[in-house]
């Protein structure tokens, strides 16, 4: 079978080279090979059938796609259409005309029309720098310090919410991050048919991000008045008031986007007591404070009068993408303000849920850049004052072009243009009349006629007013119609969404499960960092470098040295692309496919920059949910990383089976049983298989052995994907660990994906950076799956964050640099094998009842001991040793030979105590 397989696979290469001549030389030399193999002579009858096909169908000039063992799934996937606004900013980078302003991304520019690093911004990275912070993960809900910082920053400091402890919070992947995170979490407990309220116009990406979970039912009540141009109180007070009971009202904190209208403080006085009075759900997005008006204490004044006067409960998503010009490093928080700290301890479980599934753990750089500023009376005085400034900025090119257009006396009054904040203008312009700016004057901007006041100065001004006026000529205004009332015919809304079965009827979320989340890692690591001794040893997550017990990890001199190379550059904080960078991504793709790679050298690679190894998993969960029957089996080895079915669980999927890896009897790796389990898995199915380092066994197929896994799945026509979280950390050489990825793009011929992490091979725990590599049939295919990949990351985290990736990419085209890093990554490798048998040695002298040689055949950072959970928690209770329940040892743990002498006494006496007897293993 395997032979046939295999000249299948090789008809398939020559036939999609259709090169006739070499086909007809391989027909003859397969009917050779098959006539040998009597044991299958159905397979090479149906063999040669499909061979006079093909030739008939190639001489005939026809198309060989048809064939489904031929043909790509991802063939037939379309090409999503690109963002409407990134789209928009992509078409303005490629105008060659000299004449072209940019009005589409809100992201702040100087009068010379340059990109602004902030000066405290730039202080706080020199420090950062300086210091040498190490890169380990962040809590799953982030740095304690930014979510306490970033919370007093839009409650106050003396908020009586935060003060008693009912406000929940967590880091968060910038804005569009948190309300991911809120949308995921309503999507948990609140109906999927529950109204979720937008104004019209708002944020085109709200919708989106909440379509994306599950939310189907959205209804925009009035804010945009077009006559007036300006904001329509009494429209939106009617339609929130209107609604069904318990909606979802997603409201602007201040500077609305896109209007620029703001309500007075009387107006949000009277939107607030109608949230309370309907219980809605109320969230606050905060993209704007302090740059709406210069001051961080004005712009935050509507959530204060929702807690403090009005005493609603409600969140705010929190982004410094604006007010501290930090696009591209993604930070943000969400906020929550509970009645009770029941709700808090509930809604932070169930946050750190979400997280976990989605991207494990926030990065951490932004979150300190943000912590330096806000904590250092100074610096913050000195970012305050940059606020200020910008702010003062953009109210100044507001006058400067309502002063022009009313100068050439445009049609129309212009006063709404001063009337607004912030960064955006909704001008009123139409369609037709954008058409023109954008075709004519090279003038980029919205359909809507929303302009980003930041990409205005006094040299382009005039030029922008002129372009106004021609295309008002070109396309006359007409009289606008008044907004329509959203609820006139919508009872039946009401009805359906009675009863609710949360929150409680109090509008409180005191129903939600309040039990800690069942993560195995982190459960495990918060019980060792709550235990008292001073001689506990943490085997259960440890990145490497350790000096010390309990110590944080060494942080590797490349990526000090990048990293100061970067703070010295004082590179610009722009947003990064959808997809991140090429170059980062084409690097990523190299080193596991290899530089000589065909699939990237024939542009059949679909790359995407990802938070570590874990957003890359979640990313390709949700394309596959995407497309994929959702009843599509899930194959995960016995035993696997725990996060992986949590993880495709997540994102919709229910049908998990396990195939054979560890043979716990004997300690080695099943192949056969592995092989076996996945020819009997249907048709189709989607398998996770780890690249390297297997986790949590430590045990890896030989070249052979990979070799018969990969024309399994090429039997099979699975989905694969590679987890590759060890890349040159399993044998300290990056070649040999990428091989298997190599085997099957260039001798298998399998279509496959590549979760990259550079968490452990850089040590870059806590900055988040990955990539999502996909290797298609085609570049056609490799187009549309990138196409449908960005969709998804623009609905949860909008862009990936920027420092990592800059890390990443000094390090990977610096010759220098990549030198010593690879010498890092053989020394840190090196180290784990030499404890790995330190310890097997120390267990043998003490004559510790079981095999503990088969350790020494393991690579990578973790080993399965095949210790009990009984076991396991004696070593917890009785000797301070935490591994994980299934007996999971984290091999950079160990600091040296008293730390191994130690866990070998500890391990000895438990085994003696416990011993399990042969018949029962």
């Known amino acids: 079978r395997a032979t046939v397989s295999v000249l299948y696979w090789k008809m398939n290469q020559m036939v999609s080279t259709t090169n006739m001549a070499a086909l007809e030389k391989e027909v003859i030399k397969l009917r050779q090979e098959l006539g040998s193999k009597g044991s299958h002579v159905s397979e090479a009858d149906q063999l040669r059938e499909e061979i006079k096909k093909l030739k008939n169908t190639l001489t005939a000039g026809g198309s060989v796609a048809g064939y489904a063992w031929q043909r790509s799934w991802a063939e037939e996937l379309p090409e999503a259409p690109p963002d409407a606004i990134f789209g928009l900013a992509a078409k303005y980078k490629s105008d060659p005309s ?68 009912r406000v929940a919070t967590c880091q ?100 607030g007591k109608v949230c309370w009075e309907r219980r809605h759900h109320v969230v606050f997005d905060s993209a704007y404070q302090g740059y709406a008006t210069g001051d961080l204490e004005r712009d935050a004044w509507p959530a204060r009068l929702f807690e ?108 709404h243009i001063t009337e607004q904040i912030g960064m955006f203008s909704f001008t009123g312009l139409t369609k037709q009349q954008v058409s023109v700016m954008t075709e004519k004057f090279r003038i980029y901007m919205l359909p809507s006629g929303r302009v980003s006041m930041a990409g205005l100065s006094s040299k382009n001004i005039m030029y922008v007013a002129e372009a106004i006026e021609n295309a008002i000529a070109t396309y006359p205004m007409k009289n606008p119609k008044q ?64 000096t010390s017990r309990g110590s944080s990890p060494a942080l590797l001199n490349s990526v000090a040295q990048a990293e100061v190379r970067l703070a010295e550059a004082r590179g610009q904080k722009e947003y990064m692309p959808i997809d991140g960078t090429a170059d980062f991504r084409v690097a990523s793709a190299s080193l596991i496919l290899g530089e000589d ?18 957003g890359a998993l979640g990313l390709v969960a949700s394309f ?38 560890w043979d716990s009897a004997k300690k080695r790796f099943d192949c056969k049983g592995m092989v076996e389990d996945i020819g009997r898995a249907p048709t189709r199915s989607v398998i996770i298989l780890q690249l390297c380092a297997h986790n949590p066994s430590g045990m890896d197929p030989t070249k052979e052995q990979w070799r018969e896994i990969g024309m399994a799945c090429w039997e099979k026509r699975h989905y694969v994907v590679l987890d590759a979280a060890y890349q040159g950390y399993a044998t300290g050489d990056l070649e040999r660990d990428a091989w298997p990825a190599r085997l099957f793009e260039r001798e298998i011929g399998l279509e496959f994906c590549i979760t990259q992490s550079y968490s452990k091979p850089l040590g870059l725990y806590g900055e988040r950076i990955g990539c999502l590599s996909y290797v298609c049939k085609s570049a056609r295919a490799a187009r549309a799956v990138q196409s449908q990949v960005k ?31 690879k010498k890092e990554l053989r020394a840190m490798s090196d180290r784990v094998c030499r404890l790995r048998s330190a310890l097997v040695a120390e267990l043998e002298s003490l004559g510790t009842p079981g095999d503990w040689s088969c350790m020494r055949n393991h690579i990578g950072m973790f080993s399965l001991t095949g210790l009990t959970p009984v076991q396991v928690d004696k070593l917890r209770k009785e000797h301070h040793i935490y591994l994980l329940r299934n007996g999971r040892l984290s091999w950079p743990g160990l600091t040296g030979q008293e730390s191994v002498n130690t866990v070998a006494k500890a391990i000895d006496a438990v085994v003696r105590q416990t011993a399990v007897p042969k018949s029962k293993i």
């Open 98 to 165: 000299p004449k072209k302003i940019d009005l589409v991304v809100g992201a702040y520019r100087t009068e010379e029309g340059s990109p602004y690093l902030l000066p405290s911004v730039a202080e706080a990275e020199r420090r950062l720098a300086s210091s040498r912070v190490r890169k380990e993960y962040s809590p799953i809900l982030g740095i304690p310090s930014f979510r306490h910082a970033s919370a007093a920053l839009v409650l106050g400091k003396d908020s009586p919410a935060l003060n008693e402890g």
């Open 308 to 415: 403090r006067e009005l005493g609603v409960e409600f969140c705010v998503t929190q982004s410094y993408s604006k007010n501290m010009g930090l696009y591209g490093e993604r930070i943000g928080a969400l906020v929550y303000v509970c009645k009770t700290k029941t709700s808090v301890q509930a809604i932070e479980e169930q946050v750190k849920i979400i997280a976990r599934r989605s991207y494990s753990n926030p990065p951490m750089h932004g979150a300190l850049l943000v912590t330096t500023i806000l904590e250092d009376p100074v610096l913050c005085q000195q970012w305050e004052r940059e606020l200020k400034a910008m702010s003062l900025r953009i109210t100044k090119m507001r006058t400067e072009l309502r002063n022009a257009l009313e100068h050439l006396n445009v049609p129309g009054s212009w006063k």
């Open 791 to 821: 969709v998804i990351v623009r609905r949860t985290y909008s862009n990936p964050p920027l420092h990592g990736a800059r890390i990443v990419n000094t390090i990977l085209n610096d010759k220098d640099l990549l030198a010593q890093w």
């Open 597 to 614: 790679s065909p699939a990237l050298r024939e542009g059949r690679v679909a790359t995407c920059q990802s938070i570590s190894g874990t």
């Open 172 to 271: 968060s992947l910038s804005g569009t991050g948190a309300l991911s995170l809120v949308a995921n979490l309503y999507a948990r407990f609140v109906p999927m048919e529950t109204p979720v309220l937008l104004s019209n116009p708002t944020w085109a990406n709200h919708k989106q991000i909440f379509s994306h979970v599950g939310f189907r039912n959205f209804v925009n009540y009035q804010y945009w008045d077009p006559v007036s141009r300006g904001f329509n109180f009494e429209g939106m007070l009617h339609d929130v008031e209107a609604a069904p009971q318990r909606s979802i009202v997603v409201l602007h904190l201040c500077a609305h986007n896109p209007t620029g209208c703001d309500p007075t403080i009387e107006q949000w006085r009277a939107i």
């Open 624 to 661: 596959f949910s995407k497309f994929l029957p959702i009843e599509t089996t899930v194959l995960l080895s016995n035993p696997t990383w725990s996060n992986h079915k949590d993880i495709f669980d997540f994102a919709g999927f229910r049908n998990f089976q396990h195939h054979r890896y």
């Open 483 to 546: 907004a329509v009332n959203q609820f006139e015919a919508r009872e039946d809304v009401k009805k359906r969404l009675d009863p609710f079965r949360l929150p409680s009827p109090l509008g409180q979320w005191t129903q939600l499960p309040t039990t800690l989340s069942s993560d195995a890692v982190f459960g495990a690591l918060e019980l060792y960092r709550a235990d008292p001794s001073p001689n506990k040893i943490n085997l259960v997550l440890v990145a490497d470098g350790t």
